[in-house]
Protein backbone atom coordinates (compact mmCIF):
# COMPACT_ATOMS: atom_id res chain seq x y z
CA UNK A 1 0.00 0.00 0.00
CA UNK A 2 2.95 2.47 1.07
CA UNK A 3 4.58 1.75 -2.36
CA UNK A 4 1.11 2.44 -4.31
CA UNK A 5 0.54 5.73 -2.12
CA UNK A 6 3.76 6.64 -3.23
CA UNK A 7 3.49 5.85 -6.87
CA UNK A 8 -0.21 8.20 -6.67
CA UNK A 9 1.64 10.95 -5.16
CA UNK A 10 4.28 11.16 -7.68
CA UNK A 11 1.88 11.13 -10.30
CA UNK A 12 -0.03 14.25 -8.74
CA UNK A 13 2.87 15.77 -8.53
CA UNK A 14 4.15 15.46 -11.77
CA UNK A 15 1.04 16.34 -13.80
CA UNK A 16 1.60 18.86 -16.21
CA UNK A 17 4.93 18.20 -16.47
CA UNK A 18 5.39 19.91 -19.57
CA UNK A 19 5.13 23.54 -18.38
CA UNK A 20 4.86 22.61 -14.60
CA UNK A 21 7.25 23.68 -11.06
CA UNK A 22 9.06 20.69 -10.97
CA UNK A 23 10.20 20.52 -14.47
CA UNK A 24 11.07 24.07 -14.48
CA UNK A 25 13.13 23.02 -11.33
CA UNK A 26 14.67 20.25 -13.05
CA UNK A 27 15.50 22.36 -16.19
CA UNK A 28 17.62 24.52 -13.55
CA UNK A 29 19.37 21.73 -11.62
CA UNK A 30 20.72 20.28 -15.38
CA UNK A 31 21.57 23.31 -16.88
CA UNK A 32 23.49 24.84 -13.54
CA UNK A 33 24.94 21.14 -13.44
CA UNK A 34 25.98 21.50 -17.42
CA UNK A 35 27.92 24.76 -16.52
CA UNK A 36 29.51 23.72 -13.15
CA UNK A 37 32.56 25.64 -14.02
CA UNK A 38 34.63 21.79 -11.76
CA UNK A 39 33.54 19.98 -14.67
CA UNK A 40 31.39 21.92 -17.62
CA UNK A 41 29.64 20.05 -20.36
CA UNK A 42 29.36 20.96 -23.78
CA UNK A 43 26.26 19.69 -24.06
CA UNK A 44 23.51 17.41 -22.49
CA UNK A 45 20.55 15.52 -23.69
CA UNK A 46 18.48 13.42 -21.16
CA UNK A 47 15.34 11.86 -20.78
CA UNK A 48 12.69 10.16 -18.04
CA UNK A 49 10.37 7.05 -18.20
CA UNK A 50 7.79 7.13 -15.50
CA UNK A 51 5.09 4.33 -15.75
CA UNK A 52 5.90 3.33 -18.89
CA UNK A 53 5.51 6.80 -20.48
CA UNK A 54 8.17 9.38 -21.14
CA UNK A 55 7.73 12.30 -18.45
CA UNK A 56 10.12 14.46 -19.45
CA UNK A 57 13.15 15.71 -21.96
CA UNK A 58 15.72 18.25 -21.75
CA UNK A 59 18.80 19.68 -23.53
CA UNK A 60 21.00 22.15 -23.24
CA UNK A 61 24.49 23.20 -24.73
CA UNK A 62 25.64 23.33 -28.03
CA UNK A 63 25.85 19.71 -30.40
CA UNK A 64 28.39 22.02 -32.73
CA UNK A 65 30.86 24.74 -31.69
CA UNK A 66 32.62 27.53 -33.22
CA UNK A 67 31.86 29.34 -36.96
CA UNK A 68 28.75 26.83 -37.09
CA UNK A 69 27.47 26.76 -34.23
CA UNK A 70 24.16 24.73 -33.54
CA UNK A 71 22.22 23.28 -30.35
CA UNK A 72 21.69 20.67 -28.67
CA UNK A 73 17.87 19.35 -29.56
CA UNK A 74 15.53 16.97 -29.16
CA UNK A 75 16.79 15.10 -32.32
CA UNK A 76 21.05 15.25 -31.83
CA UNK A 77 22.24 12.43 -32.72
CA UNK A 78 24.99 11.27 -30.56
CA UNK A 79 27.67 8.78 -30.72
CA UNK A 80 26.39 6.89 -27.60
CA UNK A 81 29.74 4.55 -26.99
CA UNK A 82 29.21 1.46 -25.16
CA UNK A 83 25.67 1.35 -25.08
CA UNK A 84 26.03 0.59 -28.69
CA UNK A 85 26.86 -3.12 -27.04
CA UNK A 86 23.42 -3.46 -25.91
CA UNK A 87 21.71 -2.12 -28.85
CA UNK A 88 23.65 -4.74 -31.19
CA UNK A 89 22.65 -7.60 -28.56
CA UNK A 90 18.96 -6.38 -30.15
CA UNK A 91 19.69 -7.15 -33.29
CA UNK A 92 21.43 -10.37 -32.18
CA UNK A 93 18.74 -11.55 -30.26
CA UNK A 94 16.50 -11.28 -33.31
CA UNK A 95 19.16 -13.26 -35.07
CA UNK A 96 18.54 -16.13 -32.07
CA UNK A 97 14.91 -15.20 -32.69
CA UNK A 98 15.00 -16.64 -36.11
CA UNK A 99 17.47 -19.62 -35.03
CA UNK A 100 20.00 -18.34 -36.87
CA UNK A 101 22.09 -18.60 -34.08
CA UNK A 102 21.75 -20.31 -30.63
CA UNK A 103 23.63 -18.66 -27.53
CA UNK A 104 25.49 -21.71 -26.21
CA UNK A 105 27.36 -23.38 -29.70
CA UNK A 106 30.20 -22.72 -30.86
CA UNK A 107 30.86 -20.04 -32.05
CA UNK A 108 33.66 -21.87 -34.82
CA UNK A 109 30.32 -22.84 -35.90
CA UNK A 110 29.26 -19.46 -37.25
CA UNK A 111 32.74 -18.06 -38.04
CA UNK A 112 34.05 -21.10 -40.39
CA UNK A 113 37.00 -21.74 -38.25
CA UNK A 114 37.59 -22.72 -34.69
CA UNK A 115 38.07 -19.98 -32.61
CA UNK A 116 40.32 -20.73 -29.70
CA UNK A 117 42.02 -19.21 -25.96
CA UNK A 118 45.15 -20.90 -27.17
CA UNK A 119 45.89 -21.50 -23.40
CA UNK A 120 42.94 -23.22 -23.23
CA UNK A 121 42.48 -24.82 -26.42
CA UNK A 122 39.94 -27.81 -25.20
CA UNK A 123 37.40 -25.28 -24.12
CA UNK A 124 34.55 -23.74 -27.19
CA UNK A 125 33.70 -20.19 -26.28
CA UNK A 126 30.05 -19.57 -26.72
CA UNK A 127 27.66 -16.04 -27.90
CA UNK A 128 26.88 -16.22 -24.04
CA UNK A 129 30.26 -16.01 -23.28
CA UNK A 130 30.80 -12.90 -25.87
CA UNK A 131 28.35 -11.62 -24.70
CA UNK A 132 28.84 -11.72 -20.58
CA UNK A 133 32.47 -10.41 -20.71
CA UNK A 134 33.63 -14.00 -20.01
CA UNK A 135 35.19 -15.09 -23.01
CA UNK A 136 39.01 -15.08 -21.89
CA UNK A 137 39.12 -12.40 -25.07
CA UNK A 138 41.34 -9.41 -24.41
CA UNK A 139 41.52 -5.66 -25.35
CA UNK A 140 45.75 -5.34 -25.00
CA UNK A 141 46.35 -5.49 -28.88
CA UNK A 142 43.38 -3.88 -30.04
CA UNK A 143 39.77 -4.17 -31.01
CA UNK A 144 39.20 -1.84 -34.58
CA UNK A 145 40.90 -2.58 -37.07
CA UNK A 146 40.11 -1.33 -41.17
CA UNK A 147 37.99 -3.18 -43.88
CA UNK A 148 41.53 -4.51 -45.36
CA UNK A 149 42.12 -6.69 -42.12
CA UNK A 150 40.58 -10.25 -41.92
CA UNK A 151 39.50 -10.45 -37.88
CA UNK A 152 40.45 -14.34 -37.87
CA UNK A 153 44.30 -12.90 -38.13
CA UNK A 154 43.99 -11.19 -35.34
CA UNK A 155 42.02 -13.82 -32.99
CA UNK A 156 43.96 -16.77 -34.20
CA UNK A 157 47.32 -15.71 -35.20
CA UNK A 158 49.29 -15.58 -31.68
CA UNK A 159 49.34 -12.29 -31.10
CA UNK A 160 50.14 -11.56 -27.34
CA UNK A 161 47.08 -9.49 -25.68
CA UNK A 162 44.25 -11.44 -27.53
CA UNK A 163 44.11 -14.11 -24.85
CA UNK A 164 44.12 -14.20 -21.41
CA UNK A 165 46.31 -16.95 -19.61
CA UNK A 166 45.12 -16.72 -16.01
CA UNK A 167 41.43 -18.42 -16.43
CA UNK A 168 39.53 -19.88 -19.34
CA UNK A 169 36.21 -19.26 -21.37
CA UNK A 170 33.08 -18.41 -18.64
CA UNK A 171 35.64 -18.48 -15.55
CA UNK A 172 36.04 -15.15 -15.69
CA UNK A 173 34.30 -11.49 -16.20
CA UNK A 174 36.81 -9.11 -17.68
CA UNK A 175 35.56 -6.28 -19.91
CA UNK A 176 36.49 -6.73 -23.18
CA UNK A 177 35.78 -4.98 -26.49
CA UNK A 178 36.78 -7.31 -28.71
CA UNK A 179 33.85 -9.46 -27.60
CA UNK A 180 31.38 -6.96 -29.81
CA UNK A 181 33.82 -7.02 -32.84
CA UNK A 182 33.77 -10.81 -33.07
CA UNK A 183 29.69 -10.56 -31.59
CA UNK A 184 29.43 -8.19 -35.28
CA UNK A 185 31.34 -10.82 -37.21
CA UNK A 186 29.32 -13.76 -36.66
CA UNK A 187 26.20 -11.36 -37.05
CA UNK A 188 27.52 -10.72 -40.38
CA UNK A 189 28.75 -14.59 -41.49
CA UNK A 190 25.12 -16.02 -40.56
CA UNK A 191 23.40 -13.21 -42.32
CA UNK A 192 25.30 -12.15 -45.55
CA UNK A 193 24.94 -8.57 -44.31
CA UNK A 194 27.15 -5.76 -43.80
CA UNK A 195 26.47 -4.92 -40.12
CA UNK A 196 25.32 -1.28 -40.31
CA UNK A 197 23.04 -2.24 -42.83
CA UNK A 198 21.63 -5.14 -40.81
CA UNK A 199 20.95 -3.24 -37.86
CA UNK A 200 19.18 -1.10 -39.48
CA UNK A 201 16.85 -3.78 -40.91
CA UNK A 202 16.71 -5.48 -37.92
CA UNK A 203 16.33 -2.60 -35.43
CA UNK A 204 16.59 0.65 -36.44
CA UNK A 205 14.14 0.88 -39.56
CA UNK A 206 11.41 -1.35 -37.34
CA UNK A 207 11.34 1.45 -34.83
CA UNK A 208 11.48 4.14 -37.37
CA UNK A 209 14.75 5.65 -35.30
CA UNK A 210 17.03 7.93 -36.97
CA UNK A 211 20.98 7.40 -37.32
CA UNK A 212 22.70 3.92 -37.51
CA UNK A 213 26.09 2.34 -37.39
CA UNK A 214 27.56 4.30 -40.31
CA UNK A 215 27.30 8.22 -40.69
CA UNK A 216 28.32 7.78 -43.85
CA UNK A 217 24.98 6.79 -45.19
CA UNK A 218 23.26 9.34 -43.32
CA UNK A 219 20.46 11.72 -44.53
CA UNK A 220 22.06 15.44 -44.57
CA UNK A 221 19.57 15.90 -42.10
CA UNK A 222 20.99 13.23 -40.00
CA UNK A 223 24.19 14.58 -40.24
CA UNK A 224 23.31 18.26 -39.84
CA UNK A 225 21.45 16.32 -36.46
CA UNK A 226 25.08 14.75 -35.28
CA UNK A 227 26.57 15.76 -32.17
CA UNK A 228 30.42 16.68 -32.26
CA UNK A 229 31.77 15.12 -29.37
CA UNK A 230 34.44 17.78 -27.39
CA UNK A 231 36.92 17.82 -24.86
CA UNK A 232 38.97 20.54 -23.68
CA UNK A 233 42.08 17.92 -23.82
CA UNK A 234 44.07 18.29 -26.92
CA UNK A 235 44.35 15.41 -28.72
CA UNK A 236 48.56 15.21 -29.36
CA UNK A 237 49.20 15.60 -25.99
CA UNK A 238 46.19 14.95 -23.98
CA UNK A 239 46.60 18.01 -21.55
CA UNK A 240 43.18 18.96 -19.86
CA UNK A 241 43.21 22.41 -19.62
CA UNK A 242 39.23 23.73 -18.34
CA UNK A 243 39.76 27.18 -19.36
CA UNK A 244 40.57 26.97 -22.85
CA UNK A 245 38.37 26.39 -25.97
CA UNK A 246 36.49 22.87 -26.42
CA UNK A 247 38.45 20.53 -28.56
CA UNK A 248 36.48 18.21 -31.53
CA UNK A 249 37.89 14.82 -30.77
CA UNK A 250 35.03 12.63 -33.41
CA UNK A 251 32.02 13.44 -35.42
CA UNK A 252 32.80 17.04 -36.17
CA UNK A 253 31.39 17.58 -39.66
CA UNK A 254 30.93 20.60 -40.06
CA UNK A 255 33.57 21.37 -42.69
CA UNK A 256 33.27 18.12 -44.54
CA UNK A 257 30.23 15.00 -44.53
CA UNK A 258 31.45 12.17 -43.32
CA UNK A 259 33.37 9.28 -45.56
CA UNK A 260 33.08 5.48 -45.94
CA UNK A 261 35.43 3.71 -44.48
CA UNK A 262 38.83 3.29 -46.26
CA UNK A 263 38.81 0.45 -48.91
CA UNK A 264 34.95 -0.39 -48.16
CA UNK A 265 34.70 -1.38 -52.02
CA UNK A 266 36.99 -4.19 -51.29
CA UNK A 267 35.28 -5.50 -47.99
CA UNK A 268 34.72 -9.07 -47.44
CA UNK A 269 30.89 -9.32 -45.49
CA UNK A 270 32.19 -11.42 -42.58
CA UNK A 271 35.69 -10.98 -42.34
CA UNK A 272 35.97 -8.29 -39.94
CA UNK A 273 32.95 -7.39 -37.31
CA UNK A 274 34.92 -4.11 -36.18
CA UNK A 275 34.60 -2.39 -38.96
CA UNK A 276 31.37 -0.49 -38.16
CA UNK A 277 32.23 -0.99 -34.24
CA UNK A 278 29.32 -3.16 -32.60
CA UNK A 279 30.95 -2.09 -29.69
CA UNK A 280 30.25 1.76 -29.80
CA UNK A 281 29.59 3.16 -33.05
CA UNK A 282 25.93 4.30 -32.86
CA UNK A 283 24.46 7.68 -33.39
CA UNK A 284 21.31 7.93 -32.15
CA UNK A 285 19.53 10.51 -29.92
CA UNK A 286 17.86 10.50 -26.39
CA UNK A 287 14.25 10.54 -27.66
CA UNK A 288 15.01 7.64 -29.91
CA UNK A 289 16.98 5.84 -27.10
CA UNK A 290 13.59 6.42 -25.10
CA UNK A 291 11.78 4.29 -28.02
CA UNK A 292 13.73 1.48 -27.48
CA UNK A 293 13.45 2.06 -23.43
CA UNK A 294 9.41 2.08 -23.62
CA UNK A 295 9.81 -1.23 -26.33
CA UNK A 296 11.75 -2.68 -23.78
CA UNK A 297 9.05 -1.96 -20.73
CA UNK A 298 6.07 -2.99 -23.18
CA UNK A 299 7.45 -6.38 -23.12
CA UNK A 300 9.32 -5.90 -26.72
CA UNK A 301 6.72 -4.34 -28.64
CA UNK A 302 6.49 -0.72 -30.43
CA UNK A 303 3.49 0.89 -31.61
CA UNK A 304 1.26 -2.38 -31.75
CA UNK A 305 4.73 -4.44 -33.78
CA UNK A 306 6.66 -7.17 -31.90
CA UNK A 307 10.19 -5.63 -32.63
CA UNK A 308 11.53 -8.51 -29.70
CA UNK A 309 9.96 -11.40 -28.25
CA UNK A 310 8.88 -10.62 -24.68
CA UNK A 311 11.34 -13.88 -23.78
CA UNK A 312 14.09 -12.28 -25.36
CA UNK A 313 13.82 -9.01 -23.08
CA UNK A 314 13.33 -11.06 -20.36
CA UNK A 315 16.13 -13.02 -20.85
CA UNK A 316 18.75 -10.11 -22.26
CA UNK A 317 18.11 -8.50 -18.57
CA UNK A 318 18.09 -11.45 -16.34
CA UNK A 319 21.20 -12.25 -14.39
CA UNK A 320 24.06 -14.07 -15.87
CA UNK A 321 27.07 -13.26 -14.01
CA UNK A 322 27.33 -12.11 -10.79
CA UNK A 323 30.61 -11.10 -8.94
CA UNK A 324 31.62 -13.74 -5.98
CA UNK A 325 34.58 -12.12 -4.70
CA UNK A 326 36.79 -13.24 -7.17
CA UNK A 327 34.98 -14.26 -10.48
CA UNK A 328 36.19 -11.21 -12.63
CA UNK A 329 37.57 -7.67 -12.77
CA UNK A 330 34.80 -5.25 -11.11
CA UNK A 331 36.95 -1.74 -12.43
CA UNK A 332 36.40 -0.19 -8.84
CA UNK A 333 33.27 -2.06 -8.06
CA UNK A 334 31.75 -0.57 -11.69
CA UNK A 335 30.95 -4.12 -12.62
CA UNK A 336 28.74 -6.34 -10.10
CA UNK A 337 26.10 -8.23 -12.09
CA UNK A 338 25.87 -8.81 -15.79
CA UNK A 339 23.36 -10.04 -18.24
CA UNK A 340 23.39 -10.39 -21.89
CA UNK A 341 24.88 -7.60 -23.25
CA UNK A 342 23.73 -5.70 -20.72
CA UNK A 343 24.82 -4.79 -17.20
CA UNK A 344 22.60 -4.83 -13.98
CA UNK A 345 22.77 -1.90 -11.19
CA UNK A 346 22.23 -2.67 -7.58
CA UNK A 347 20.37 -0.40 -5.26
CA UNK A 348 22.72 2.58 -4.04
CA UNK A 349 24.84 2.40 -7.24
CA UNK A 350 23.20 5.06 -9.50
CA UNK A 351 20.86 7.42 -7.73
CA UNK A 352 22.09 8.80 -4.51
CA UNK A 353 20.32 7.75 -1.12
CA UNK A 354 19.57 4.48 -3.41
CA UNK A 355 15.81 3.43 -4.07
CA UNK A 356 16.69 2.65 -7.89
CA UNK A 357 17.22 -0.91 -9.36
CA UNK A 358 17.95 -1.34 -12.55
CA UNK A 359 19.35 -2.63 -15.58
CA UNK A 360 21.11 -1.19 -18.96
CA UNK A 361 24.66 -0.05 -20.08
CA UNK A 362 26.81 2.99 -19.46
CA UNK A 363 29.59 4.39 -22.31
CA UNK A 364 32.16 7.12 -22.63
CA UNK A 365 34.53 8.07 -25.43
CA UNK A 366 35.72 10.69 -26.88
CA UNK A 367 34.49 12.93 -24.36
CA UNK A 368 31.00 11.85 -24.39
CA UNK A 369 29.64 10.02 -21.32
CA UNK A 370 26.09 8.45 -21.73
CA UNK A 371 23.51 6.08 -19.10
CA UNK A 372 20.86 3.93 -20.33
CA UNK A 373 18.96 2.46 -17.19
CA UNK A 374 15.59 0.93 -16.69
CA UNK A 375 13.80 -0.78 -14.23
CA UNK A 376 11.62 -3.03 -16.13
CA UNK A 377 9.11 -4.25 -13.61
CA UNK A 378 7.83 -0.47 -12.95
CA UNK A 379 8.25 1.03 -16.09
CA UNK A 380 10.82 3.82 -14.80
CA UNK A 381 13.96 4.77 -16.69
CA UNK A 382 16.81 7.62 -17.81
CA UNK A 383 18.54 8.50 -20.76
CA UNK A 384 21.65 10.97 -20.18
CA UNK A 385 23.68 11.90 -23.06
CA UNK A 386 26.91 14.24 -22.40
CA UNK A 387 28.27 15.28 -25.50
CA UNK A 388 31.75 16.67 -24.45
CA UNK A 389 34.02 17.05 -20.75
CA UNK A 390 35.66 20.53 -20.20
CA UNK A 391 37.81 18.85 -17.52
CA UNK A 392 39.36 15.48 -16.76
CA UNK A 393 36.69 13.01 -15.42
CA UNK A 394 39.53 10.92 -12.83
CA UNK A 395 39.36 14.37 -11.02
CA UNK A 396 35.79 14.55 -11.10
CA UNK A 397 34.96 11.29 -9.08
CA UNK A 398 31.52 9.93 -8.16
CA UNK A 399 31.04 10.13 -3.91
CA UNK A 400 28.88 7.17 -4.02
CA UNK A 401 29.68 5.27 -7.38
CA UNK A 402 32.49 4.71 -10.19
CA UNK A 403 30.54 7.45 -12.11
CA UNK A 404 31.78 10.80 -12.58
CA UNK A 405 30.11 12.88 -10.29
CA UNK A 406 28.26 14.98 -13.29
CA UNK A 407 26.52 11.78 -14.05
CA UNK A 408 25.53 10.84 -10.40
CA UNK A 409 23.92 14.33 -10.07
CA UNK A 410 22.57 14.12 -13.13
CA UNK A 411 20.51 11.11 -12.58
CA UNK A 412 19.67 11.32 -8.88
CA UNK A 413 17.83 15.08 -10.21
CA UNK A 414 16.21 12.99 -13.33
CA UNK A 415 15.30 10.29 -10.64
CA UNK A 416 13.93 12.91 -7.59
CA UNK A 417 12.37 14.97 -10.12
CA UNK A 418 10.59 13.38 -13.07
CA UNK A 419 10.27 9.70 -11.51
CA UNK A 420 9.68 10.21 -8.02
CA UNK A 421 8.27 13.80 -8.19
CA UNK A 422 9.92 15.39 -5.49
Same mark, same amino acid.
Given at each position: ????????????????????????????????????????????????? #????????????? #?????????????????????????????????VEQHRLALDTDVGEYLGYPLRNPHFPEQAITL???????? @???DEAGYFWGAEVAIRDKLTGGEAGVWASNAGPGAYFTYTNLNWGVIGTIMEKVSGE?????????? &????? &??????????????????? %??? #??? %????????????? +??????????????????????????? %?????????????????? +????????????? #????????????? @???????????? %?????????????????????????????????????????????? &??????????????????????????????????? &????????????
Open positions: MKREMQALMGMLLMAGVSGGGLAATLDQELAAIAADPAMPLASLSVLAV #RGGKVQYQYQTGR #RRIGVHAAPATADTLYRIASISKMMTTFGLMKLRMLLTHTS @SLRRFDRLMKRLL &LEPMG &LRGGYNPAEFSTAEIDDVA %TLY #RKR %TIDTERWNPDGPW +IAQVDDYSARPPAAPANIGNYVIGSNG %TLFSPTGGLRISASDMGK +IMLMLIHHGQHQG #RQILQAESVALMF @SQQWKYDGGNGD %TYRGLYQSWGLGSQRFGDGSLVEGGGFSAAGHLGEAYGLISTFVVD &LERGNGMVSLIGGTGADPERNPGRYSAMTRSEERI &LTALYRRAILGQ
